[in-house]
């Protein structure tokens, strides 16, 4: 019988420990493999192969054939492919035969010692020989697993270093890899099954005892551990099965757990790919053996380990993680019941494991409990556990972490998908949702919009969640439940009416008579709906009988539940609106999402949201515009084109200027992709024409409005309807809708050059007159005229030939019109002496006069365009037949040669940009002697806006004579100049807000054609920003962001005043001016950072409150994301702090620091600068600033970093504790000095006092005055002694600086005042000279000279 095999360490170590005394099984004489030449190595591969195939199985514990299967095993990459093959294969096949043999051994071994029990005269031999054969195949079993494990372990070893070798010949060769003849994948695969299969089998009768050797199954784990380390393996599906069913069975059939946990661990902190895998083998485990020990000893392990171990290893904790969600998933029920161990980990300081438990929640709450079985109290426990969960998940929602709050919003939206939240929670679910909304992190608004639209297609009310509609099934269940049950009490109806299961969760009879009852629902609300004439609700009173009381009162809870849910969603609109002007693109692609979603089901409001998406199209962000197209696609684009019109149609009528022209820029578009079809233009020319019943006329507007917008794109759209074009658009329809005949001149503009000929070929006269009297006439009202006239004189600059001819007809009429005499007084002013004209005629006047003068200035820039368009056009052609021309072209290239030579070329253009010139000069001709119309009317319009008195008394007049003088500056720039000091004046100083905002934006127009001229006047145009109104601060902020944006002004200088307007009163500017910052933000590299110094210091200086000043300097700073930038502004503030005595200033520095995201560098050049700002340190909100910015700097520092900030922070906190002392005591200081200036002066002034008074005795009192000299002197030195004792005693001062008060401790508690008395009269008694000397000596004193004045 062989020694004993016992597994070494490693596979040298069977050389290594040689026993001689046999105690186990070792290698004696290894075979000399190196040595061998091939075929006598194959020879021998063969003999070793033949003896394990014709021997008994257990002849591998034979001396000789052990020495030469272990040489082979060691020079095993040595060997050819198919020696390879021979050898693994006989290995194996031995171990597959030899596990049947120990089940049918291990069964006669019973049989034997029954038989031995029964007869006791038996020779034990039969015993002794099953013995030793079973300690013959124990033998064999580890012999054949250490040889074919470490066959594996040889191969992986030498194949990962063939694949690394080949990718890098691949690498710089590009040569294909050697194909090896002996595919070893398949033998892997097969090897690990039968090691698995080889666990599975009963080792305990193989093994004497109910647990196999512990070095066999130290031996086989540390290798299957080891293999699950390498990912390529793990991507074999049978070879990771394989290891997941070693592992399994070891940890949990042979009690190997302890040792198999601290490995899974280590794994799972270590690489994040065995995550995955690790938990199938868990589970697998637990279903195979039906225990879930391994499982429980993992969850206790990891609810054991310290939580702040997380904060530092990252990596383990987003793996742990992993494995607990893959855990859930898989064994719900068993986490479930051992959730506890991990829930204190909600209190670490790692997001990554709070993330993790929250979706471990979340499966928990979706799989663990829908099981019905099990008794009373077991699934009271069960619900308990569940609104226990469902609690920690919505107040996680609130979690300090925005990566945590956003992942347990996902979490609520995965229960929602899955339909496990009940109808008792839905509202508090979104309740929360809403709020998180207006977050702070863009990821959790994600997750919140995704929540909502979760939870909008899931809901469990019905599809549509119209309030009004809830509101009338309600109140008509309502009277039901009262007609059912008229003896309830009024408490049931006020209350909740939902059960603790459906609170709870739990999918019992009430969750399903409420989803059968919403079903029907619908129908029910669709017939309670608003009529579309009064707005009032029809209800049925017959509603369907839903079931007896208790059904009912679940209905009514539904209902109720339903409208809450709405009335949630509706209320979250003006967030939403919100949303979709924010800088994430994210944020905006959800609302659409979301709202979308709420059309659908009916939400209130939704319908007037959707429509405020309409400017996002103008984005640049091309995510946000193809989410808006493809909205408005959803949305209004049907296949029924009819309906597709209709929509259209209603939504010009409906749009405001800004998303008209939204509108037409996505109608461009779609119309050039072809989303726009024949047949719904077609639909669209119905409404127009009124061949659709029931058209209005303001339809027909729209729908010609439409037409015109696609016919920006497509000019051929208004090709077939011209005739209808001019007879509804300015016929009898036109009066109806007034705005019609403006729509019709838009459209004439858009035509097409041939249809435009067409038109002025069959209607030119009629179309000339119409548009002639539409100016002229008075057939529309005063607010419809202008718009109408707009466009009705650019019509006639469009499609006249000469449009200047008619124009100056125009022209001519209104100025006739306008000075004929009126016949209302009240409408008359006097102009010039003796004329008297009408007010509204004279404005409609200047307003055709200053819209010719644009349109002539347009015309001539787009007749020079078509001149320089046929000149290239020319040009081209004349290069092409260049080419053609091959016997001509050196004549050509010589005449072109002389001509470039001559300059004749650039003549021409230059020729071309003087007429251009001249044309503009002669509109207002304001330099010149010779003036033509406009030119007599624009000193007239200058003169009449000097008129201050007259512009007062009638406003509209002034909006008109400042529009027109506007217009005539535009063009003219002589007359510009001459006029500026005009327009700022009325732009500061007029009483009407309307031209305070005309002539705002019209210096925007002047800014950009004379830039030169605006430039000095720049402070003046950012006073704007200042202005009172509302509106006109409005335009100052669109006309400079537009200005600055396209680099028409300068920045620097004023951008403090567009800054003060981050904080503006009104919201709309307040988010214009953000958008200007954010789009400043953008250019180049980002002016904003070179600005932050100067706009701090002008926004410190001036009267701001401070949480307005800290709220401009946190946008502005924030906009600021590159490093370097960051670490430039840390030393620039702090070099501020030198030039700055304002303690205010101090503080708005530091806080401006304190908002800086700090790195590593930044904080070092902070702990650099201390010198500049250690004199500050001594303020408690400077110091403060600086502590904010510490803590935020340890957060993320790494340990070298974080003691060095721990240091600095002890240095501030230091020199804080001694400046402030140094303060102190210079404050003392200042304090002690003025009370001793205060003394001096009181005693000079009193000397002063008395010289001057004995100046002024006269001769006759001299004698009896020198003996009041001499007691005076006395009481005086008295009084020098008794103030030089007395230095301990209060006195009371007054000083600038300080107000302390001390009383002087006499006997008489008199005061001691600072006399500065002036004798003015020589001849003053000397009752009031005793007097004034007695204030200024003491009391004794005092008293002597008073007495003596009344004895006199």
Same mark, same amino acid.
């Given at each position: 019988m062989a020694p004993p095999f016992i597994f070494p360490q490693t596979l040298t170590s069977l050389e290594e420990d040689n026993d001689s005394d046999y105690t186990r099984l070792t290698v004696q004489n290894p075979s000399p493999i190196s040595s061998l030449r091939p075929s006598e190595l194959e020879e021998f591969v063969k003999g070793v192969s033949f003896d394990l195939s014709d021997k008994e199985l257990f002849c591998v514990e034979e001396q000789e054939v052990f020495d030469r299967v272990y040489s082979l095993v060691k020079n095993f990459t040595s060997l050819s492919p198919g020696s390879k093959f021979n050898l693994v294969e006989s290995l194996r096949s031995n171990l597959s035969v030899l596990l049947p043999n120990v089940d049918s051994l291990s069964r006669s071994r019973r049989s034997v010692s029954r038989d031995d029990g029964h007869?006791?005269?038996?020779?034990?031999?039969?015993?002794?020989?099953?013995?030793?054969?079973?300690?013959?195949?124990?033998?064999?079993?580890?012999?054949?697993?250490?040889?074919?494990?470490?066959?594996?372990?040889?191969?992986?070893?030498?194949?990962?270093?063939?694949?690394?070798?080949?990718?890098?010949?691949?690498?710089?060769?590009?040569?294909?890899?050697?194909?090896?003849?002996?595919?070893?994948?398949?033998?892997?695969?097969?090897?690990?099954?039968?090691?698995?299969?080889?666990?599975?089998?009963?080792?305990?009768?193989?093994?004497?005892?109910?647990?196999?050797?512990?070095?066999?199954?130290?031996?086989?784990?540390?290798?299957?551990?080891?293999?699950?380390?390498?990912?390529?393996?793990?991507?074999?599906?049978?070879?990771?099965?394989?290891?997941?069913?070693?592992?399994?069975?070891?940890?949990?059939?042979?009690?190997?757990?302890?040792?198999?946990?601290?490995?899974?661990?280590?794994?799972?902190?270590?690489?994040?790919?065995?995550?995955?895998?690790?938990?199938?083998?868990?589970?697998?485990?637990?279903?195979?053996?039906?225990?879930?020990?391994?499982?429980?000893?993992?969850?206790?392990?990891?609810?054991?380990?310290?939580?702040?171990?997380?904060?530092?290893?990252?990596?383990?904790?987003?793996?742990?993680?992993?494995?607990?969600?893959?855990?859930?998933?898989?064994?719900?029920?068993?986490?479930?019941?051992?959730?506890?161990?991990?829930?204190?980990?909600?209190?670490?300081?790692?997001?990554?494991?709070?993330?993790?438990?929250?979706?471990?929640?979340?499966?928990l709450i979706a799989k663990a409990f829908n099981d019905d079985e099990g008794e009373v109290s077991s699934k009271s426990i069960r619900l308990r556990t569940k609104q226990a969960m469902l609690e920690i998940l919505l107040e996680r929602c609130r979690d300090v972490s925005a990566y945590t709050r956003s992942r347990v919003l996902q979490v609520w939206a995965e229960l929602c998908e899955e339909h496990s939240v009940s109808i008792g929670l839905w509202n508090e679910v979104a309740t929360v949702a809403s709020g998180r909304l207006e977050d702070k992190s863009a990821i959790v608004r994600k997750s919140a919009l995704n929540l909502l639209i979760m939870m909008l297609q899931h809901n469990p009310f019905g599809p549509q969640l119209r309030a009004t509609s809830f509101e009338a099934t309600l109140e008509q269940y309502k009277k039901k439940l009262t007609e059912l049950?008229?003896?309830?009490?009024?408490?049931?109806?006020?209350?909740?009416?939902?059960?603790?299961?459906?609170?709870?969760?739990?999918?019992?009879?009430?969750?399903?008579?409420?989803?059968?009852?919403?079903?029907?629902?619908?129908?029910?609300?669709?017939?309670c709906l608003p009529n579309a004439g009064d707005g009032q609700v029809q209800v049925d009173n017959s509603v369907p009988d839903v079931g007896n009381v208790e059904q009912t009162r679940t209905l009514v809870a539904s209902l109720e539940a339903g409208l809450r849910f709405s009335k949630c969603i509706?209320?979250? %609109?003006?967030? #939403? &609106?919100?949303?979709?002007?924010? $800088?994430?693109?994210?944020? /905006? *692609? !959800?609302?659409?999402?979301?709202?979308?979603?709420?059309?659908?089901?009916?939400?209130?409001?939704?319908?007037?949201?959707?429509?405020? %998406?309409?400017? #996002? &199209?103008?984005?640049?962000?091309? $995510?946000?515009?193809?989410? /808006? *197209? !493809?909205?408005?696609?959803?949305?209004?684009?049907?296949?029924?084109?009819?309906?597709?019109?209709?929509?259209?149609?209603?939504?010009?009528?409906?749009?405001?200027?800004?998303?008209?022209?939204?509108?037409?820029?996505?109608?461009?578009?779609?119309?050039?992709?072809?989303?726009?079809?024949?047949?719904?233009?077609?639909?669209?020319?119905?409404?127009?024409?009124?061949?659709?019943?029931?058209?209005?006329?303001?339809?027909?507007?729209?729908?010609?409005?439409?037409?015109?917008?696609?016919?920006?794109?497509?000019?051929?759209?208004?090709?077939?309807?011209?005739?209808?074009?001019?007879?509804?658009?300015?016929?009898?329809?036109?009066?109806?809708e007034p705005l019609l005949a403006r729509t019709a001149c838009l459209a004439l503009q858009r035509l097409c050059e041939e249809d435009k000929k067409k038109l002025l070929s069959t209607n030119g006269t009629r179309v000339f007159g119409i548009l002639e009297s539409l100016v002229s006439g008075f057939s529309l009202s005063e607010n419809i005229w202008y718009?109408?006239?707009?466009?009705?004189?650019?019509?006639?600059?469009?499609?006249?030939?000469?449009?200047?001819?008619?124009?100056?007809?125009?022209?001519?009429?209104?100025?006739?019109?306008?000075?004929?005499?009126?016949?209302?007084s009240e409408m008359q002013t006097d102009i010039a002496s003796g004329t008297t004209v009408q007010v509204t005629k004279l404005s409609r006047y200047l307003f055709i006069v200053s819209h010719v003068a644009m349109n002539q200035l347009v015309y001539i820039e787009s007749s020079i365009r078509k001149i320089q368009k046929a000149k290239s056009k020319k040009e081209k052609m004349d290069a092409e037949k260049k080419n053609l021309d091959a016997n001509t072209e050196s004549d050509v290239q010589k005449d072109d040669g002389i001509n470039s030579e001559l300059g004749l070329a650039a003549s021409e253009d230059a020729m071309l940009d003087t007429l251009a010139e001249r044309a503009e000069k002669e509109i207002v001709s304001s330099g010149s002697a010779e003036k033509n119309l406009i030119g007599h009317c624009a000193p007239f319009v200058s003169k009449l806006c000097r008129n201050f008195s007259i512009m007062q008394k009638y406003p509209e007049l002034q909006a008109s004579g400042m529009l027109a003088l506007c217009r005539l500056m535009i063009i003219d720039a002589d007359f510009c100049e001459s006029n500026l000091q005009l327009l700022f004046t009325v732009v500061e100083n007029a009483v009407s807000d309307t031209v305070r905002s005309n002539c705002t934006i019209a210096l925007g127009d002047l800014a950009v054609r004379f830039p030169n001229l605006l430039e000095p006047w720049t402070e003046n145009m950012y006073a704007r920003l200042r202005d009172q109104s509302v509106s006109v601060r409005k335009n100052a902020v669109l006309v400079l962001s537009h200005l600055i944006l396209n680099d028409m002004m300068k920045v620097k200088g004023y951008i403090n005043e567009m800054c003060m307007r981050l904080e503006d009163e009104d919201e709309r500017i307040s988010n214009l001016a953000k958008l200007f910052f954010h789009e400043l933000s953008k250019k180049g590299s980002n002016p904003i950072y070179n600005l932050l110094p100067d706009i701090l210091g002008k926004l410190s200086c001036q009267n701001l409150k401070g949480e307005s000043f800290c709220n401009i300097m946190q946008f502005l700073i924030a906009t600021i994301k590159k490093d370097k930038q960051m670490e430039a502004l840390v030393e620039k503030l702090c070099n501020r702090f030198t030039g700055v005595s304002d303690i205010r200033q101090w503080e708005y520095i530091s806080y401006c620091l304190s908002q800086l995201a700090f790195t590593e560098k930044s904080m070092r050049r902070l702990m650099e600068s201390i010198k500049a700002y250690e004199h500050v340190l001594s303020e408690d909100t400077v110091m403060d600033n600086f502590r904010n910015i510490i803590n935020k700097g340890?957060?993320?520092?790494?340990?070298?970093?974080?003691?060095?900030?721990?240091?600095?922070?002890?240095?501030?906190?230091?020199?804080?504790?001694?400046?402030?002392?140094?303060?102190?005591?210079?404050?003392?200081?200042?304090?002690?000095?003025?009370?001793?200036?205060?003394?001096?002066?009181?005693?000079?002034?009193?000397?002063?006092?008395?010289?001057?008074?004995?100046?002024?005795?006269?001769?006759d009192e001299e004698e009896e005055e020198e003996e009041e000299e001499e007691e005076f002197d006395n009481s005086v030195e008295n009084s020098e002694i008794l103030c030089t004792k007395s230095k301990g005693k209060k006195s009371r001062t007054r000083s600038d600086g300080l107000s302390e008060v001390t009383e002087l401790e006499s006997g008489d508690d008199e005061e001691v005042e600072s006399s500065s008395v002036h004798l003015r009269d020589a001849s003053k008694s000397r009752t009031k000279r005793s007097s004034t000397r007695s204030r200024n000596v003491c009391p004794d004193s005092s008293v002597r000279r008073t007495t003596r004045s009344n004895r006199r």
């Open positions: 007869d006791e005269n038996n020779e034990p031999g039969g015993e002794h020989s099953v013995a030793d054969r079973l300690a013959s195949h124990r033998n064999a079993f580890k012999i054949y697993s250490f040889f074919l494990v470490h066959i594996l372990l040889i191969n992986e070893s030498s194949s990962s270093s063939v694949n690394n070798a080949a990718a890098k010949v691949l690498a710089s060769s590009k040569k294909k890899r050697p194909v090896d003849s002996w595919n070893w994948e398949p033998q892997r695969g097969r090897i690990l099954n039968l090691i698995a299969n080889s666990l599975e089998i009963n080792l305990s009768l193989l093994f004497g005892s109910s647990d196999p050797d512990e070095n066999y199954l130290s031996f086989i784990m540390k290798n299957a551990f080891l293999m699950f380390e390498n990912a390529l393996l793990l991507k074999d599906s049978d070879i990771k099965d394989a290891l997941c069913r070693i592992i399994g069975t070891c940890a949990t059939k042979y009690h190997y757990l302890a040792q198999s946990c601290a490995s899974i661990l280590h794994m799972i902190h270590k690489y994040d790919f065995v995550v995955t895998h690790l938990a199938d083998a868990v589970a697998g485990a637990e279903k195979k053996y039906a225990d879930g020990s391994m499982a429980t000893s993992l969850i206790r392990e990891i609810g054991r380990m310290n939580p702040k171990d997380y904060v530092k290893d990252t990596v383990g904790a987003e793996n742990i993680g992993r494995f607990l969600v893959e855990l859930a998933e898989r064994l719900p029920k068993l986490l479930s019941t051992n959730i506890g161990l991990l829930v204190p980990h909600f209190g670490g300081e790692s997001y990554k494991i709070r993330n993790a438990l929250a979706g471990v929640l979340g499966k049950a008229p003896k309830c009490t009024p408490q049931n109806s006020d209350e909740p009416l939902l059960d603790n299961e459906v609170l709870c969760g739990e999918s019992g009879v009430e969750d399903e008579e409420v989803e059968g009852v919403s079903k029907d629902q619908d129908s029910l609300s669709d017939s509706s209320e979250s %609109m003006p967030t #939403l &609106v919100q949303l979709m002007a924010s $800088s994430s693109s994210g944020d /905006v *692609e !959800n609302t659409i999402l979301l709202l979308m979603r709420c059309r659908q089901f009916q939400i209130d409001g939704s319908e007037t949201c959707l429509r405020k %998406m309409l400017p #996002l &199209v103008f984005s640049q962000d091309k $995510s946000i515009y193809e989410a /808006v *197209e !493809n909205a408005f696609i959803t949305i209004y684009i049907r296949k029924n084109p009819v309906e597709t019109a209709k929509n259209l149609l209603n939504l010009a009528v409906d749009s405001n200027i800004g998303d008209l022209a939204a509108l037409e820029f996505i109608l461009g578009a779609l119309v050039s992709k072809g989303e726009i079809t024949a047949s719904m233009l077609s639909a669209l020319w119905d409404f127009f024409c009124f061949n659709v019943s029931g058209t209005t006329a303001e339809q027909s507007r729209g729908a010609l409005s439409v037409l015109c917008m696609a016919a920006k794109s497509s000019p051929t759209v208004l090709s077939s309807h011209l005739q209808e074009i001019v007879d509804i658009g300015f016929g009898r329809w036109a009066k109806v718009a109408a006239v707009d466009k009705a004189i650019a019509a006639l600059y469009a499609i006249h030939p000469t449009p200047e001819t008619i124009a100056a007809d125009l022209v001519k009429k209104s100025l006739k019109s306008a000075f004929e005499s009126g016949e209302g340890k957060k993320f520092a790494k340990p070298e970093v974080k003691s060095s900030i721990e240091e600095f922070e002890e240095r501030i906190n230091k020199l804080h504790n001694e400046k402030k002392e140094q303060v102190l005591t210079e404050k003392n200081a200042q304090a002690h000095q003025e009370k001793v200036d205060n003394f001096e002066s009181l005693i000079a002034t009193k000397k002063d006092g008395d010289e001057s008074g004995e100046s002024e005795i006269t001769e």
